[in-house]
């Protein structure tokens, strides 16, 4: 249908279908460039009266450069070897005008131009830049440095003693001790044993899954089975308590910096081994890391305390549990310094800090003992005392029969009996409920 419109286009009518059908381009607002300049037909009637109407008849000559466009092959107009064609050419096949108008582009270009030299140059300076940082970064710190921060024996993890009984906690990790200070699954030289066997030697029997070791096991017990082991097979040790802030034998003076220092160190060291005592339950410490507060010292070498977060690696004897536990140090301080009826289970730190059902208010079980091979000079001055110690405990029994055969009550103290393992007096043992 014709147009009807009304306004600035008006006048404009669409080609009948004659023309079309003897070769003219179809009723279209052609949109043509060239390398330098950009055209376009306005397309929009109510854009007709802004813009510049080009008008070449065939009959006249340009006056200038030509500006070239491209058409349809099938128009029968003339095209470049680039495929673009005489403006002339075009206007030549159309009754009607074209319009068009012109935008140079050339200040656009140049602008473009110049954000990506500088985006070029500032992206290779910023990755010169990070690549020249993060190779700072990583000479910073050798291996002997990175393995000063995060420790862990292999040794120590082969020896724990998995899967324990249900509730023989205790001697599994007394076991897993002393396979690491003495055995060679550790760093020792004998054959390592079994729980089995451990309590064969302390005076168990079997069935050993049907003893109840709660009610009779607890700290001061775990370091005497130590000195009984030890002295069934003629090696030195001794044992005692790390830490414990509160409650019965409790570490006075003893400061959770201090046990950290200690506790780290040791765990360096083989012939150094450790129970941790928390609710219910123990298990034995096997290594640590000290974690940089701060990304970037990664892998920095030895950091002050204050630069740095410590984790505790612990060994569990118990199946039902993760092999190895990560637990903050802090959190370990919490728990060793909550007392009844308060507490905290290190194994279940998402519970937070709970409340125990038992009259007992103050205090608490929970600490960490170490136990030690003792090798060189010392272990000489132990056999030594525990020569004299024999040599008094002799005199004072016949001493004490002297005394009984002339009627006078004995005025010599008592000596107490000391073995191969330790110097240090046995301690009552202390109850304890334990838990798989």
Known sequence: MP???????????????????????????????????????????????????????????????????????????????????????????????????????????????????????????????????????????????????????????????????????????????????????????????????ALHILGFQPPFEEIKFGPFTGNATLMRWFRQINDNFRVRGCSYILYKPHGKHKTAGETAEGALAKLTQGLKDESMAYIYHCQNHYFCPVGFEATPLRAAKAYRGPLPSSEAEHWILIGEPSRKHPAIHCKKWMDVVTDLNTQNPEYLDIRHTERGVQRRQTKKLGGNLHCIMAFQRVNGPWAQNLENLHHDFHQQHQQGQESAAQDAQEGAPSKRPGVLGCSLSTARPSHPPDSHLEED
């Not at 404009?12 to 376009?40: I, M, N």
């Not at 095209?79 to 002339?88: L, R, T």
Request: charged fraction near 25%; aromatic fraction near 6%; charge should be neutral.
């Open 3 to 197: 147009n009807t419109s009304e306004g600035p286009g008006a006048n404009l009518t669409r080609p009948a279908d004659g023309e079309q059908d003897r070769g003219l381009l179809p009723w279209t607002c052609p949109v043509t460039h060239s390398r330098e300049k950009f055209y376009t037909v306005c397309s929009d009637y109510a854009l007709l009266n802004q813009a510049a109407s080009v008008d070449r008849p065939p009959n006249q000559q340009d006056q200038g450069p030509r500006p070239k466009a491209s058409v349809d092959r099938s128009a029968g107009a003339h095209v470049d070897s680039d495929g673009d064609c005489d403006m002339e050419e075009v206007s030549s096949t159309h009754t009607k005008s074209i319009l068009a108008w012109e935008i140079d582009t050339s200040d656009f270009n140049g602008l473009t131009r110049k954000i990506r030299t500088s985006n070029v140059k500032k992206s290779s300076s910023k990755k010169m830049k990070s690549s020249g940082r993060t190779s700072r970064t990583l000479q910073d710190a050798s291996l002997e440095e990175v393995q000063q921060r995060k420790v862990l024996d292999l040794r120590r993890w082969y020896c724990i003693s998995r899967p324990q009984y249900k509730t023989s906690c205790g001697i599994s990790s007394l076991v897993s001790c002393w396979n690491f200070l003495y055995s060679t699954l550790g760093a020792g030289s004998l054959p390592p044993i079994s729980q089995e066997e």
